[in-house]
């Protein structure tokens, strides 16, 4: 919930630190406080606003320094000891009264005085041992002018080395891409840094060997390109995500195409299915439950990341529990990862960062693709995600003998040119529909079977952005008392693109416009009862019934984009949310 960083090296610690944070300010932070360690001495400053507004420069002079980047209603979480030292954390710790305090900091300053000896680095681990939560955090001590101390609880901390120096960072980004080698703290461990040497401990205190990834410079520059806003750009880098992904996963081979993911889990014997998530993830689960039931026949049940851990879920060793996260971070999400496989199922990650949490406790990783996401709001990663999902689904049906629809699979290359021309196309009507929706304050989505997954996530991605009270609903269910609130001009938007409940949903979708809605319909299907049913009609491109999620989805993103355009909102980074919640 907060970005964190420590910098030890031979260069100006406060630029280091606060070029670091910068790189975080796509969550909206706005509260800042770095604190540098000067011939024996702590200075501090705090400066409140989105970093990108300035605050460049500083009086703050000395090599070793943390920094944290927040809200203003967490700034509990910046924690400040006597004079000796300075702790920045990540996340929650359980923490009691400590002298009538009740207070985070109390606790941690409480320990680390507690357990100080004069001079003796590892009492500062030991006191960070006696901490319980999910937490990251960052100590300097005075006495120990040339040494950063760390440790974390079931919350990621990555140590970067390069010609600059050390950095300690809770978010991978945040890293100066002048970094050679990374090491990951794993839970309960804790570390001693300086420049020529890291050493790591256990929860005993005794000391551990870590090998550091190597890492080759390919950051990605973190620029707009010329588009207005990263998620306009994100949502046109969709095809090429897509196609990333797809590619990486087919082969020809005698004519036809085999789906290789390289994944070494046997998924044969799969008895049951699991999937964890938590919003747009969640919302990539929905789908794949129906890609994956309709091509399988194996019983899928899709879990709030939040709840399956601490739901006593029914999980088996014949089970497999696939765990989505953009990030590999999301705290609840790894919770039930870790209960899941307590319980003896095989994991199965899908995420966007090598290395991350997620991806390291899991049996086997599914990388997506889909490349650097800056925009809060999730588009790319979350069709890179639906991507993967389908080619695990048809990876599985292929060990399993099941014959895999070739047609699909042609469609499947063909639809990142068709995603191209569609953005552009589809941008006209977006504009018009966001400006009749930019001063409601309530609206509808509906659908039925898969478009029912696709309006959920299209219904976040509104609510994200242009802060419109927006539900979804399917279609069926609407009608048993939701239908209530449907009043003259209503906004309403249905996806209408599963042949199978078609007619059904022109029913649904009847009752609605006889209450008054104004009811926008998109659609593969032209017919004339839906063309006369509403008042905004869209045809989308006609692909595979498994893949108009693709593009329908696009389309939703792109009337969320506009909308909050039209309303004059940030679009990148909307209030109260952040890019990854690394806290329960």
């Given at each position: 919930m907060s970005g964190i960083i420590g910098y030890l090296g031979e260069q100006e610690a406060f630029s280091k630190i606060l070029a670091g944070l910068k790189k975080l300010d796509d969550r909206g932070y706005d509260y800042t406080k770095i604190s540098v360690l000067n011939q024996g001495k702590l200075q501090h400053d705090s400066f409140g606003g989105l970093l990108a507004n300035g605050q460049d420069s500083n009086n703050l002079t000395g090599s070793v320094g943390v920094g944290i980047t927040t809200w203003q209603t967490h700034r509990r979480l910046v924690t400040d000891g006597t004079e000796k030292f300075t702790v920045v954390q990540n996340g929650f710790i359980e923490h009691q009264s400590v002298d009538g305090n009740d207070t985070v900091g109390s606790t941690i300053t409480h320990l680390l005085e507690e357990n100080y000896r004069e001079n003796d680095a590892i009492s500062i681990n030991r006191a960070i041992q006696?901490?319980?939560?999910?937490?990251?955090?960052?100590?300097?001590?005075?006495?120990?002018?040339?040494?950063?101390?760390?440790?974390c609880q079931k919350s990621p901390l990555?140590?970067?080395?390069?010609?600059?120096?050390?950095?300690?960072?809770n978010d991978f980004k945040a890293l100066p891409s002048t970094i050679e080698e990374v090491y990951i703290l794993n839970s309960g461990e804790t570390g001693i840094l300086s420049l020529n040497q890291c050493e790591f401990f256990d929860q005993d205190l005794k000391p551990i060997e870590k090998t550091a990834l190597k890492l080759i410079?390919?950051?990605?520059?973190?620029?707009?390109?010329?588009?207005?806003?990263?998620?306009?750009?994100?949502?046109?880098?969709?095809?090429?995500?897509?196609?990333?992904?797809?590619?990486?996963?087919?082969?020809?081979?005698?004519?036809?195409?085999?789906?290789?993911?390289?994944?070494?889990?046997?998924?044969?014997?799969?008895?049951?299915?699991?999937i964890l998530g938590m919003g747009t993830a969640r919302h990539a689960g929905l789908l794949g439950k129906d890609l994956i039931?309709?091509?399988?026949?194996?019983?899928?049940?899709?879990?709030?990341?939040?709840?399956?851990?601490?739901?006593?879920?029914?999980?088996?060793?014949?089970?497999?529990?696939?765990?989505?996260?953009?990030?590999?971070?999301?705290?609840?999400?790894?919770?039930?990862?870790?209960?899941?496989?307590?319980?003896?199922?095989?994991?199965?990650?899908?995420?966007?960062?090598?290395?991350?949490?997620?991806a390291r406790e899991a049996d086997d990783v599914f990388y997506t693709l889909a490349g650097r996401e800056i925009a809060i709001a999730s588009t790319k990663a979350y069709l890179a995600q639906i991507t993967a999902l389908l080619m695990i689904t048809l990876y599985v049906a292929q060990q399993q003998k099941i014959k895999i629809d070739q047609e699909l699979l042609k469609d499947l290359l063909r639809i990142p040119s068709i995603l191209s021309r569609f953005i552009d196309e589809f941008k006209d009507f977006a504009k018009d529909?966001?400006?009749?929706l930019k001063d409601e304050r309530n609206i509808f989505y509906l659908g039925r079977g898969?478009?029912?997954?696709?309006?959920?996530?299209?219904?976040?991605?509104?609510?994200?952005?242009?802060?419109?009270?927006?539900?979804?609903?399917?279609?069926?269910?609407?009608?048993?008392?939701?239908?209530?609130?449907?009043?003259?001009?209503?906004?309403?938007?249905?996806?209408?693109c599963t042949p199978q409940v078609h007619d059904k949903l022109v029913k649904n979708l009847e009752e609605v416009k006889e209450r008054g809605a104004f009811l926008t319909v998109l659609t593969t299907s032209?017919?004339?009862?839906?063309?006369?049913?509403?008042?905004?009609?869209?045809?989308?491109?006609?692909?595979?019934?498994?893949?108009?999620?693709?593009?329908?989805?696009?389309?939703?993103?792109?009337?969320?984009?506009?909308?909050?355009?039209?309303?004059?909102?940030?679009?990148?980074?909307?209030?109260?949310?952040?890019?990854?919640?690394?806290?329960e």
């Open positions: 006696q901490l319980n939560g999910a937490f990251a955090l960052i100590v300097i001590h005075s006495n120990h002018p040339e040494q950063l101390f760390v440790g990555l140590i970067g080395r390069s010609v600059d120096g050390v950095f300690v960072v410079d390919n950051q990605e520059l973190v620029t707009k390109l010329g588009f207005d806003h990263f998620m306009l750009k994100e949502i046109c880098e969709q095809p090429q995500a897509l196609q990333d992904t797809v590619q990486a996963c087919l082969r020809e081979k005698d004519g036809e195409f085999l789906v290789d993911p390289n994944l070494k889990l046997s998924l044969t014997d799969v008895k049951k299915i699991h039931e309709k091509i399988l026949r194996i019983p899928v049940e899709v879990h709030f990341g939040s709840e399956f851990a601490y739901s006593d879920p029914i999980v088996n060793e014949d089970h497999l529990t696939i765990v989505i996260s953009q990030s590999g971070e999301t705290a609840d999400t790894l919770a039930g990862l870790r209960e899941a496989k307590r319980k003896g199922s095989r994991i199965l990650a899908i995420t966007n960062v090598i290395g991350s949490s997620i529909l966001a400006n009749r898969l478009d029912y997954a696709v309006v959920a996530e299209g219904c976040l991605k509104l609510k994200e952005t242009t802060y419109i009270h927006a539900e979804a609903y399917s279609a069926g269910e609407f009608r048993h008392g939701t239908i209530a609130l449907v009043e003259e001009g209503f906004p309403v938007i249905s996806v209408a032209d017919t004339l009862a839906l063309k006369n049913l509403a008042d905004q009609f869209y045809v989308l491109p006609v692909v595979n019934d498994l893949l108009t999620p693709l593009i329908s989805v696009v389309a939703l993103q792109l009337i969320a984009y506009h909308t909050a355009l039209a309303k004059g909102n940030d679009v990148d980074k909307p209030r109260n949310l952040t890019k990854s919640i690394t806290s």
